[in-house]
C-alpha cells in the first residue's frame, strides 16, 4: 500500500493498493489541485513475510517391496518448521491492524490522518 498524504495536516488524499509495488508505481507522483507538490507526502508500507511454525511430517525414501525394489516416500515422522504464509505489514501491531483494516476495507483510510515524527517519518495514523 503506498499513502499519499498533505504534510500540512496529514489527510490522505490517494491510496495505491498491493503489497509489491513495481519499480514504476513506487515511483509515481500524485498531486491534488488542493495541495501545493512539495507538501504531497508518500509512504509506502512496509511488508515482510508472515512466518508461522508448522509441524510438517518427515518424509524418507525406503523400499517398501524387496521383491521389486519400488521405492516409495515414507512417513518417519514429524518437525517443527518456520513456513512463510502470506505477507503482513511490518510495523507494530496497533499500525499493523488499522493497516489491514484499510485494506480490507473494514476502515476507511480517508477518514484517517497520517502522523508524522520529528525525524519526518510516518508515527501512525490518527482518527481525523
Do not use: C, W
Request: proline share 3%.
Amino acid at each position: 500500500m503506498i499513502v499519499f498524504y498533505d504534510k500540512r495536516d496529514g489527510r490522505v488524499f490517494s491510496v495505491i493498493e498491493g503489497r509489491v509495488h513495481s519499480e514504476q508505481q513506487l515511483n509515481i507522483k500524485v498531486s491534488s489541485s488542493e495541495i501545493p507538490e512539495n507538501q504531497v507526502g508518500k509512504y509506502v508500507v512496509p511488508f515482510e513475510p508472515n512466518v508461522v511454525e508448522e509441524i510438517v511430517e518427515v518424509k524418507e525414501l525406503r523400499v517398501v517391496d524387496d521383491k521389486t525394489k519400488r521405492v516409495s516416500e515414507v512417513v518417519v515422522g514429524e518437525k517443527k518448521e518456520m513456513v512463510a504464509r502470506g505477507m503482513k505489514p511490518a510495523l507494530d501491531n496497533t499500525l499493523s491492524s488499522l493497516i489491514l483494516d484499510f485494506e480490507n476495507h473494514t476502515k476507511d483510510i480517508y477518514k484517517y490522518r497520517v502522523t508524522v515524527n520529528k525525524d519526518r517519518t510516518v508515527g501512525g495514523f490518527i482518527v481525523k
